[in-house]
């Protein structure tokens, strides 16, 4: 698994993927104490740690809000078999048993969250607040909707982090890292390398003979499974979410227009006006001033008599609503361009105010908002419908209807795949479109079979019923269905083999003193430079392998790896080693401690979380984990 993985970070999207995981779980540790202890279960149950049991359809839940938070994160669909080779399943896994392991042992020691101090933290969450600064319901609930969670739902999870968060930091305490840790740290992450390099490619190679006959079918008999057809499922299924519901809905004019007028303020652009205002300790000094600027006198100026700086008189291009004295407000809005206000009794002293540039306000018209305001009603208006489509489906699949014959009887549309596999493609090898992105139907349909009656998935605030209609096996393809494709494979194995022997020479050669440029003019191929780039770094033409193996090479010694495919290979030579240097007192110092600080800290609570596990006892429904996630297939 380690090696899929290390192959799966050289390309850009399995290192986005990774980038996003490691950012989407909160609590992950290095070590676990999850024992194989295998009972049996209800029908319904996953895991139990404790006196709580985590059910089948929350761990499904939970799994498939996570593919779909990756999925959204990487602008594409992650296939189940991709989240395994990335180990997500089991990530995932550990992490509800980590957490639900601290709510246990927080409600053990009696620990508590009230729902108002979790509010608080909620309305100071910068996420959820609107331009004006302040807390905005309608953008709190927007973007929870858009992770699958009800208010209640989001709050109850809140309060749970708040008190995971109180009892790891009562666990972690205070940690002082030592100077060699993060010395060590420092020198891991800010090392760097600089390399000389020549890419080998399939010139490289030489000629590749045709193979005969009996070479291919040697080659083919000896990696048949790497040619087999694999088994297909053909799928009935049935979205019922508020996207799909909407698509369906018909809004009037009527209701889109109440809307519009009911949130009219939403939809207008404020007059705005350059304002200026000095504050003066009585109304005479005001009235001297005004006279005095009325005579010819800029506000600049006068602004410099009384030693105030710009910040202190230029209020800025505002709305009427920005300026905290209505008395102000009203008259600046009532002087045109360049007038000087009579002196104004205002809130913190007498004022005089000036108007520079003007902007009139604007309203943007019904026409021009009407499609989403429509899409946004439809939208409200399936959610009501989503649970009572949902239940009214169950019924008739309860009386014996297939997926295709209730959503019939329901006016709803059925979606039928002929034919896909494991990893979501049709027989010609391309993707199925037709499966939404995000959702987590092929593994549980190659988790099910024909006749079946499958539990419904969680998706997008709604649900997906489907059927198994159909399962074609799995088969040896004969030679000559696939003879292309074998001689293709045989061919590339052939390269890759030459360019492998040919970089080993060349290593050879220059470890014995020879010069990069000479085998490289041997060679055909051009000596490139790569400079002072750490073990992290994305260095352009040189592939992530060859980076990775800089780091293992000395300096002045040569070294080989694979390219950025399997008929590319490299050749490079360590030629320059920069040891970072640290000044304990530097921010960059403190952010290696800080570091160090958070890896002990965590290597603390997995030991503390390993202890409560064995203390309060965990359980775990392999099976029932294996069908949500495909580990089975």
Request: overall charge negative.
């Amino acid at each position: 698994m380690l090696r899929g993985i290390r192959n799966a970070t050289s390309n850009w999207f399995g290192k986005a993927i990774m980038s996003v995981v490691m950012g989407v779980l909160i609590i992950s540790f290095g070590v676990w104490g999850i024992g194989d202890i295998f009972r049996g279960f209800g029908q319904s149950t996953l895991a139990k740690i404790g006196k709580t049991e985590i059910s089948i359809e929350q761990f499904r839940q939970l799994y498939t809000d996570r593919l779909q938070q990756i999925s959204r994160q990487i602008g594409r669909p992650l296939a189940p078999d991709q989240a395994r080779a990335f180990g997500i399943d089991r990530q995932v896994l550990q992490q509800v048993i980590a957490e639900t392991t601290l709510d246990e042992s927080a409600r053990n020691l009696g620990l508590r969250q009230s729902t108002d101090e979790v509010m608080k933290s909620i309305t100071n969450d910068p996420n959820f607040k609107g331009a004006n600064g302040a807390f905005d319901p309608a953008r709190f609930a927007q973007i929870i909707r858009q992770f699958n969670y009800s208010e209640q739902r989001y709050i109850a999870e809140q309060k749970r982090n708040a008190l995971r968060r109180q009892l790891v930091g009562s666990i972690s305490g205070e940690v002082e890292p030592s100077k060699t840790a993060v010395a060590v740290l420092n020198q891991f992450q800010n090392e760097q390398r600089t390399v000389e390099f020549v890419k080998l490619e399939t010139a490289q190679a030489g000629t590749i003979d045709t193979p005969t006959p009996e070479v291919l079918a040697s080659f083919y008999d000896a990696h048949k499974v790497q040619f087999r057809a694999p088994e297909y499922r053909k799928i009935a299924f049935v979205a019922i979410t508020p996207d799909e519901l909407a698509k369906w809905t018909t809004v009037s004019d009527e209701d889109a227009k109440k809307v519009y007028e009911e949130r009219k303020d939403t939809f207008t652009t404020p007059e705005k006006r350059d304002v200026s205002q000095m504050v003066f300790p009585n109304a005479e000094d005001a009235a001297a001033a005004r006279a005095r600027l009325v005579g010819g006198l800029s506000f600049d100026d006068l602004a410099k008599e009384r030693g105030l700086k710009p910040s202190d008189v230029d209020l800025g291009l505002v709305a009427k609503s920005a300026i905290i004295d209505s008395k102000v407000a009203d008259a600046a809005f009532a002087l045109k361009t360049g007038d000087i206000s009579e002196p104004i009794q205002g809130t913190f002293g007498t004022v005089l105010v000036k108007v520079g540039k003007i902007e009139p306000g604007s309203q943007t018209s019904y026409e021009s908002v009407a499609a989403n305001l429509k899409k946004e009603i439809a939208l409200e208006r399936a959610r009501k419908s989503v649970k009572d489509l949902h239940d009214k489906m169950e019924d008739e699949r309860a009386g014996g209807a297939t997926v295709t014959e209730a959503a019939e009887k329901l006016k709803l549309a059925v979606t039928t795949i002929e034919a896909v596999d494991r990893s979501g493609r049709a027989p010609d090898g391309k993707p199925v479109t037709s499966i939404p992105p995000g959702l987590d139907l092929v593994s549980q349909a190659f988790a099910s079979d024909v006749g079946v009656d499958n539990e419904t998935i969680s998706y997008q605030g709604g649900y997906v019923s489907f059927d198994v209609l159909g399962v074609t096996p799995s088969r040896e393809r004969t030679l000559d269905e696939v003879k292309d494709q074998v001689e293709a494979r045989w061919r590339t194995d052939q390269i890759t083999n030459k360019l492998r022997a040919k970089a080993t020479e060349m290593v050879e050669k220059l470890n014995k003193g020879g010069k990069l440029a000479d085998e490289a003019s041997a060679a055909g191929v051009k000596v490139e430079t790569a400079e002072k780039f750490k073990r992290d770094a994305t260095v352009a033409n040189l592939p992530a392998s060859a980076v990775a193996g800089a780091f293992r090479t000395a300096k002045d010694a040569a070294g080989q790896s694979e390219g950025a495919n399997a008929t590319e290979w490299v050749v490079f030579r360590v030629t320059d080693v920069t040891e970072p240097t640290l000044d304990i007192a530097s921010e960059e110092a403190k952010k290696l401690k800080t570091s160090v600080e958070r890896g002990v800290a965590e290597e603390l609570v997995g030991q503390y979380v390993i202890k409560m596990e064995s203390e309060i006892g965990v359980t775990i429904n392999q099976p029932a984990v294996a069908q949500i996630t495909g580990a089975n297939n």
